[in-house]
């Protein structure tokens, strides 16, 4: 987890969080303003307050602008103007300790303004402790503004102010730091949980991959293409559906003239080949279908919305890549040719059934001397002549 996205993280939350903050910031405009008849110097505090809330609606504006997402440059931009009225809202708020400063002891209103003013400066801190050079921004304006103040009052209010505002300079940065670090690792275990999350969920997809998936070549296994075909059977719009069963010839002596690595290729191979013909542009014009390997150089292809006559063409199309697969890494005389089996299957039957058959008429082709088509319509009609 880097610094970089930990710090978008925290900014990324600030905003969120920053509505209810600076709603919750108008109470002690109100409680002020409910003050004002009863100061001595009132049209000097009500200045104080109108600069206060412009500058406020300003720092809204900014953050509007932010959790929009601007481009990085404008972002950055945005930022710092914020950090700038940060600094302007702590340098009002310290302000407005003007207009009172110097009824300490003598006027409850303005001591009690005060108060609301110093409490104020310090939940503020708090809300933007997060974000350390606007919580920095915003403490240099308030001291700025109050040192002087309480400095230039000496006389009249003793020292005690001067000493309470540097403690609480001290006792507002030391705050700051400890939000800050506690903010900044509750968002660190945020991201890491959420990284976890994605890395469990990609785990379990993958293991659910796995579990569907026959690990050499990528096609379903026998059990997740049984749930497949199952499926799409139950769709009314499946209209007629066929099976093509694919049977690499002497597979067994290719395994034992090159060795089972160029074995492998060759499977991997003509996998690919059978799914570019369920691609978005495949031969059927859909991609619903489904494809497994069903045996150790066996391939099941199920087609729906395909009569068998069309399955026969796509069959033909299959074989003749087959016959034609080359490997970059394969010996020169290794040559390939498949035979392959079509059959329908009837609504009336189960699945094992409607396969038992494809089964069959890819025998009549291996009989027929392979590398061929053979349907199992045509097969039942020879039986039957015979």
């Given at each position: 987890?880097?610094?970089?996205?930990?710090?978008?993280?925290?900014?990324?939350?600030?905003?969120?969080?920053?509505?209810?903050?600076?709603?919750?910031?108008?109470?002690?405009?109100?409680?002020?303003?409910?003050?004002?008849?009863?100061?001595?110097?009132?049209?000097?505090?009500?200045?104080?307050?109108?600069?206060?809330?412009?500058?406020?609606?300003?720092?809204?504006?900014?953050?509007?602008r932010?959790?929009?997402?601007?481009?990085?440059?404008?972002?950055?931009?945005?930022?710092?103007?914020?950090?700038?009225?940060?600094?302007?809202?702590?340098?009002?708020?310290?302000?407005?300790?003007?207009?009172?400063?110097?009824?300490?002891?003598?006027?409850?209103?303005?001591?009690?303004?005060?108060?609301?003013?110093?409490?104020?400066?310090?939940?503020?801190?708090?809300?933007?402790?997060?974000?350390?050079?606007?919580?920095?921004?915003?403490?240099?304006?308030?001291?700025?503004?109050?040192?002087?103040?309480?400095?230039?009052?000496?006389?009249?209010?003793?020292?005690?102010?001067?000493?309470?505002?540097?403690?609480?300079?001290?006792?507002?940065?030391?705050l700051?730091?400890?939000?800050r670090?506690?903010?900044?690792?509750?968002?660190?275990?945020?991201?890491?949980?959420?990284?976890?999350?994605d890395?469990?969920?990609?785990?379990?997809?993958?293991?659910?991959?796995?579990?569907?998936?026959?690990?050499?070549?990528?096609?379903?296994n026998?059990?997740?293409?049984?749930?497949?075909?199952?499926?799409?059977?139950?769709?009314?719009?499946?209209?007629?559906?066929?099976?093509?069963?694919?049977?690499?010839?002497?597979?067994?002596?290719?395994?034992?003239?090159?060795?089972?690595?160029?074995?492998?290729?060759?499977?991997?191979?003509?996998?690919?080949?059978?799914?570019?013909?369920?691609?978005?542009?495949?031969?059927?014009?859909?991609?619903?279908?489904?494809?497994?390997?069903?045996?150790?150089?066996?391939f099941?292809?199920?087609?729906?919305?395909?009569?068998?006559?069309?399955?026969?063409?796509?069959?033909?199309?299959?074989?003749?890549?087959?016959?034609?697969?080359?490997?970059?890494?394969?010996?020169?005389?290794?040559?390939?040719?498949g035979?392959?089996?079509?059959?329908?299957?009837?609504?009336?039957?189960?699945?094992e059934?409607?396969?038992?058959?494809t089964?069959?008429?890819?025998?009549?082709?291996?009989?027929?001397?392979?590398?061929?088509?053979?349907?199992?319509?045509?097969?039942?009609?020879?039986?039957?002549?015979?």
């Open positions: 987890m880097t610094a970089a996205e930990i710090d978008r993280s925290s900014r990324e939350s600030f905003l969120a969080s920053l509505p209810l903050a600076q709603a919750s910031n108008l109470a002690p405009f109100l409680i002020i303003a409910l003050c004002l008849p009863y100061l001595a110097n009132w049209r000097l505090m009500g200045l104080m307050l109108g600069l206060n809330l412009c500058t406020l609606a300003g720092m809204r504006l900014v953050a509007v932010l959790a929009a997402a601007p481009a990085p440059r404008s972002e950055d931009r945005c930022w710092r103007i914020y950090e700038v009225l940060a600094f302007l809202a702590g340098g009002l708020w310290a302000a407005m300790m003007l207009p009172v400063i110097g009824q300490f002891g003598h006027d409850i209103a303005a001591m009690f303004v005060c108060v609301v003013i110093v409490v104020t400066i310090a939940v503020t801190t708090m809300v933007v402790a997060s974000q350390l050079r606007i919580a920095s921004a915003f403490l240099t304006g308030v001291m700025l503004g109050l040192l002087p103040q309480t400095i230039a009052y000496m006389q009249t209010i003793g020292p005690i102010p001067l000493v309470a505002t540097i403690g609480l300079a001290a006792a507002l940065a030391g700051v730091h400890s939000v670090s506690q903010h900044r690792l509750m968002v660190r275990t945020k991201l890491e949980n959420r990284l976890l999350a890395e469990l969920g990609h785990a379990l997809e993958a293991a659910e991959f796995m579990a569907k998936r026959d690990s050499l070549t990528g096609l379903f026998r059990r997740a293409f049984e749930e497949a075909a199952n499926k799409i059977r139950l769709d009314p719009s499946a209209g007629p559906i066929s099976l093509i069963l694919i049977d690499l010839d002497h597979f067994k002596a290719i395994n034992d003239r090159f060795g089972h690595a160029a074995g492998d290729s060759v499977l991997r191979q003509t996998a690919d080949l059978i799914n570019r013909s369920l691609g978005p542009r495949d031969l059927v014009g859909r991609s619903d279908g489904a494809v497994a390997r069903w045996g150790g150089e066996e099941l292809m199920l087609l729906p919305n395909c009569s068998e006559l069309r399955a026969r063409r796509v069959a033909e199309v299959l074989r003749y890549g087959i016959s034609h697969l080359k490997g970059r890494d394969w010996p020169e005389d290794l040559t390939v040719s035979s392959l089996g079509v059959a329908i299957w009837n609504p009336s039957d189960r699945l059934r409607a396969i038992a058959n089964d069959e008429a890819m025998y009549r082709a291996k009989a027929a001397g392979r590398n061929r088509v053979c349907l199992f319509s045509d097969t039942v009609r020879q039986e039957n002549v015979g």
